[in-house]
């Protein structure tokens, strides 16, 4: 299983709405509606954002949305604030009891 | 509120085990959820280890599952990592999370803060 693909980084200044994919293949995205967004802020444990591509857990900002066609999801921030700077995650269950990660994102709010 | 608080060596010699431990809080492992290891190295992306259910069960990336044992111990409400042989490839932070499978998201709901784990002699 390869990890998914991100950009390595995407920016956007306060106000606008930035979008941040994540690429897998048919036998991961394509195929399961069980991908996750995960925030983390340096020298943090990694805060889960989205689930199930476009559940937002209890709590969590609904600047926040998620979405997935074919292959490829999608997380947007809507309205960027200063706390939204951090690296984001996918991940994405690929079947027979396995679990991918992409890269990460940084995104940087300008 | 559900806890969860990795424990182990931060230093670990090339070609020796690197163990860890994750203690659970405010669940019992043995109520259900799979209890999963999750690794960063310095500067790069998370990468899944591997899980285990309360009953023992267990699964692994295939990429490290010859080098890769996870168990539990629900008398202690903890679960556990072992690599071996570990390189200096093998440098990371290591996170324990909560997760579902089966039903529910599959998403990792509850981490641990994470520990550094260095592998040089």
């Known amino acids: 299983q390869s990890a998914l693909t991100q950009p390595a980084s995407v920016s956007g200044s306060p106000g606008q709405s930035i979008t941040i994919s994540c690429t897998g ?3 991961d995205v394509g195929t399961y509606n069980l991908v996750s967004w995960y925030q ?4 943090k444990a990694p805060k889960l954002m989205i689930s199930e591509v476009s559940k ?5 900002s609904n600047r926040l949305s998620g979405s997935k066609s074919g292959n490829t999801a999608s997380l947007t921030i809507s309205g960027l604030q200063a706390e939204d700077e951090a690296d ?7 079947g027979s009891s ?13 | 509120q559900v806890q969860l608080q990795e424990s182990g060596p931060r230093l670990v010699k090339p070609s020796e085990t690197l163990s860890l431990t994750c203690v659970v809080s405010g669940y019992s492992i043995s109520s259900g959820y799979h209890w999963g290891w999750i690794r960063q190295p310095p500067g790069k992306g998370l990468e899944w280890i591997g ?20 168990s539990v111990d629900t008398s202690k409400n903890q679960f556990s990592l072992k690599l071996s042989s570990v390189t200096a490839a093998d440098t990371a932070v290591f996170y324990c999370a909560r997760h579902t499978y089966g039903s529910g998201s599959y998403s990792f709901e509850y981490w641990g803060q994470g520990t550094p784990v260095t592998v040089s002699s």
């Open chain 1, 98 to 110: 396995i679990w991918v990660f992409g890269g990460g994102t940084k995104l940087i709010v300008l």
């Open chain 1, 56 to 60: 937002r857990p209890s709590g969590v």
């Open chain 1, 25 to 27: 293949t048919s036998s």
């Open chain 1, 40 to 43: 983390q802020h340096p020298g």
């Open chain 2, 51 to 70: 899980s285990i259910y309360g009953s023992g069960s267990t699964y692994y990336t295939p990429s490290l599952k010859s080098r890769v044992t996870i």
């Open chain 1, 88 to 94: 984001y995650y996918c991940c994405s269950y690929a």
